[in-house]
T-cell receptor, first 116, second 117 residues
């Protein structure tokens, strides 16, 4: 069974500073990987996804993520954080096809606080 | 604009009462999902539906029920058997076309927060 670990429950960065949110997954084959963002009291919005190909994936709002198979990681990065980036971020992994529904497993989330 | 509408935004349940959360989508998606979100636990799958008149249990289906009579609608009932219903409930959908639909990005509604009176 697949699993996702987001080791940082809470991260605080200064506005304008760079950001990296960590995500480690466990799955035997090539995973399907996602990053979602959630503002308080709202649903999740897709930031970016990785299915195959180029391991550096560009997303919306200036975010990018890099798939590293050797480290089983899919870390999210942003070169310069804006105050509006304060939210909770979820990494998710979908299993490769084995017939029927392919379960998507979400991490427990990382809350990002941005200070002026 | 297409999207997912969840209602109500806030809901209160009395002891022994069943309550129903609404989820409607106009994205023409085949697959729909219900998740429960608790602080520090991420999202846990309650039920999902791949097509009209068909649905499957997720990881935490006990105490919940669903129906899928129309493509656009996937209501969730929290029954009195669910002893700890206080949570944020999220409905999601994706196109669901083909075998690998679980790997397609999901579109989410804005959630319903359920509390016990």
């Amino acid at each position: 069974a697949q699993s996702v670990t987001q080791p940082d429950i809470h991260i605080t960065v200064s506005e304008g500073a760079s950001l990296e949110l960590r995500c480690n997954y466990s799955y035997g084959a090539t995973p399907y990987l996602f990053w979602y963002v959630q503002s308080p009291g709202q649903g999740l919005q897709l930031l970016l996804k990785y299915f195959s190909g180029d391991t550096l994936v560009q997303g919306i709002k200036g975010f990018e993520a890099e798939f590293k198979r050797s480290q089983s990681s899919f870390n999210l990065r942003k070169p310069s954080v804006h105050w509006s980036d304060a939210a909770e971020y979820f990494c998710a992994v979908g299993a490769s096809p084995s017939g029927g529904y392919q379960k998507v497993t979400f991490g427990t989330g990382t809350k990002l606080q941005v200070i002026p | 604009d297409g999207g997912i509408t969840q209602s109500p935004k806030y809901l209160f349940r009395k002891e022994g009462q069943n309550v129903t959360l609404s989820c409607e989508q106009n994205l023409n998606h085949d697959a729909m999902y219900w998740y429960r979100q608790d602080p520090g636990q991420g999202l846990r799958l309650i039920y999902y539906s791949q097509i009209v008149n068909d649905f499957q249990k997720g990881d935490i289906a006990e105490g919940y029920s669903v129906s899928r009579e129309k493509k656009e609608s996937f209501p969730l009932t929290v029954t009195s058997a669910q002893k700890n219903p206080t949570a944020f409930y999220l409905c999601a959908s994706n196109p669901g076309q083909g075998v690998f639909f679980g790997n397609q990005p999901q579109h989410f509604g804005d959630g319903t927060r359920l509390s016990i009176l």
